[in-house]
Every structure is written in C-alpha cells, then in structure tokens.
C-alpha cells in the first residue's frame, strides 16, 4: 500500500492570503494524485487531478503541483468558503488517501 | 442533474451483515466507473472497491477482501456493496463515487450513507 502523508495537520490563513498544503507518498506515483476538499457534513469534492489539472467548475485560485513523491495544492487568496479539510490521493496504485490538513481562519 | 444517492446504512449488530445501495441519475451508468469508499474517524478516508462498468470487474482493498462485495445492476442503474459479519471496525460513513473517466480520480460523490454496529 502507497502510504500518503499530508502536512500541516492543521494551517491557520487569514481570508485573502495565500495557502499552500503538501502531500509526500512514500513511493514514486508519477503524476496520478487528486486533490479534494471537504466540508463539515459534506462528501469530499474533487478539486485536482493528475497532480495539476482542475477539475471542472474549480475556481483558478487552486492549483495542484509535484510529481514522483512530493505534491502541493496552493490556494492564492483565501475565500471565506475555502476553509475546510484537504485530502491528497494516490491512484497509481490501488487507492490511498492521505489524514486530511484542516484548513483554519486565523 | 448528476447525482449518486446512497442507502442501506443504519444499526447493525456484530456479526449481521447489511447491503448498502447506489442509485444513480444524470449520466449514463452503464459507461462508468464507481467505487465505494468509506470514511471513520479513526481510519480517515478509505478505499473499499470498485467495479467495471460492465460489472465483470472488481477489485477490493486488501485489507476487506472476503467480507465485501460490490456489485451493479446497469438496467436499475444501481451499484451495491454487501457487507457481511459486520465489525466494529466497519462503522463509518459510505460512499459510492463516480470515477472521472480520463483518469481514475473520482468526480462524482454521492452524499454518503452511515453504518453503526452495535449490539
């Protein structure tokens, strides 16, 4: 199994400020990660994919980038409705997902 | 309007077992991907498995292979997953979701279904 490890647990971001969330896995996945985002309540919602590809309707404030083992998601200025959980997921092999970063109001 | 429901969850005792369903509308489920994915607080965001549009595919996680199995009906345009000898460790929030397609991220989720065991 293709361990995923995110960091921050937790970031706190003033609203208008730039974000930047890593993901390691612990072996070489290429460029097959997906970035989703999620809501308390919600289903998770996929934001990247292919490390650096937004999916459809994801505003052009996120960006994904990495390949191998080292990956980011970057949200340039911070909207109110951006505050959540953030996963990484490996599909190169199998499915793996990373613990999530919390996404924080400072 | 695209959408995955999912149902099936509730109480369930050790032991029992329990068949979540998927049911799908706003594209076309024969042509498509879906997987089942659970998430728990203890274990985050876990994959469970998957199935091949035709149905003649699956494949499970490692660690639940034996206890679940996935399958679908295309002329219902519906996906299931049987559980079986239920576990405490099986509680969590199930999802079924849609894979993209031009790669295997998935797109679409449906809202989830929960399952507690408890005697």
């Known amino acids: 199994e293709i361990v995923m490890t995110q960091s921050p647990a937790t970031l706190s971001v003033s609203p208008g400020e730039r974000a930047t969330l890593s993901c390691r896995a612990r072996q070489t996945i290429s460029s097959s990660l997906a970035w989703y985002q999620q809501k308390p309540g919600q289903a998770p919602r996929l934001l990247i994919y292919g490390a650096s590809t937004r999916a459809t309707g994801i505003p052009a404030r996120f960006s994904g980038s990495g390949s191998g083992t080292e990956f980011s998601l970057t949200i340039s200025s911070l909207q109110s409705e951006d505050f959540a959980v953030y996963y990484c997921?490996?599909?190169?092999?199998?499915?793996?997902f990373g613990q999530g970063t919390k996404l924080e109001i400072k | 309007q695209v959408q995955l429901v999912e149902s099936g969850g509730g109480v369930v005792q050790p032991g029992k077992s329990l068949i979540l369903s998927c049911g799908v509308s706003g594209f076309t489920f024969s042509d498509s991907v879906i997987h089942w994915v659970r998430q728990s607080p203890s274990k985050g965001l876990e994959w469970v498995a998957v199935?091949?549009?035709?149905?003649?595919?699956?494949y499970y996680a490692d660690s639940l292979k034996g206890r679940f199995t996935i399958s679908r009906d295309n002329s219902k345009n519906t996906l299931y997953l049987q559980v079986n000898s239920l576990r405490a460790e099986d509680a969590a929030v199930y999802y079924c979701?849609?894979?993209?397609?031009?790669?295997?991220?998935?797109?679409?989720w449906g809202q989830g279904t929960m399952v507690t065991v408890s005697s």
């Open positions: 199935i091949s549009s035709d149905g003649n595919n699956k």
């Open positions: 997921q490996q599909y190169k092999n199998g499915y793996t």
């Open positions: 979701a849609r894979e993209i397609g031009v790669t295997d991220a998935f797109d679409i």
